[in-house]
């Protein structure tokens, strides 16, 4: 079994690429998906007890509020950081566990490699895109404005940083091409079928 490390930086269009990965029938791993499954539940209290109820509405965190609280405080993001990547790395620890016989997983991470992430993977495959690009989708998708988009990114690393420790880069430019692109790096990554 490979591990396959999925990242790119907000925007870049990984989210897209990761559910062409599912619709081949491959295990994806969504560690920002299960981190926030967890703040939702084995972490809430703790989360509670750290920054207050307040993020909580009706029970469910308010993840606007967690993101304007963290960005705008790195010893707050720090303490957050502490408390969820633990836990979803046991996650990904039973998920491996879960699905031991498939020939590929994949774990995609927004962060892989500023937490270090990608060095439990064989491989990793980088998602770019250009910067005036991301910023424009992520306002579209998420309804917020550009300086806290820009705001956001300024807490991952430039793709420049990310470049030399991938295994493949995917230039996300043309969402059909990057979907070519992903499906020659599978090419090369699933073992050989023998007729």
């Not at 606007?64 to 405080?73: H, I, S, T």
């Not at 992520?138 to 991938?166: F, N, S, T």
Request: net charge neutral.
């Amino acid at each position: 079994m490979k591990i396959i490390g999925l990242t790119g930086g907000i925007g870049s269009g990984k989210s897209t690429l990761l559910n062409h990965l599912k619709a081949k029938g491959i295990p994806c791993f969504e560690s920002d998906k299960v981190g926030k499954e967890l703040l939702n539940g084995q972490l809430r209290q703790a989360v509670i007890d750290i920054f207050g109820p307040e993020l909580y509405n009706k029970g469910t965190l308010d993840r606007a509020a967690l993101a304007q609280l963290v960005f705008q405080n790195q010893e707050a993001l720090e303490r957050l950081n502490k408390l969820v990547h633990p836990a979803v790395a046991e996650a990904f620890t039973d998920f491996i566990a879960k699905n031991n016989t498939a020939p590929l997983l994949v774990k995609e991470a927004a962060i892989l490699f500023e937490t270090e992430g990608y060095k439990s993977c064989d491989d990793v495959i980088l998602v770019c895109a250009p910067k005036e690009e991301r910023i424009l989708r992520v306002i579209q998708r998420d309804g917020v404005g550009r300086a806290e988009v820009e705001a956001r990114m300024a807490k991952q690393w430039e793709d420049a940083k990310k470049r030399p420790l991938a295994d493949f880069v995917i230039e996300n430019d043309n969402l059909a091409s990057a979907k070519q692109q992903l499906d020659s790096i599978l090419n090369q990554l699933l073992p050989q079928q023998k007729d």
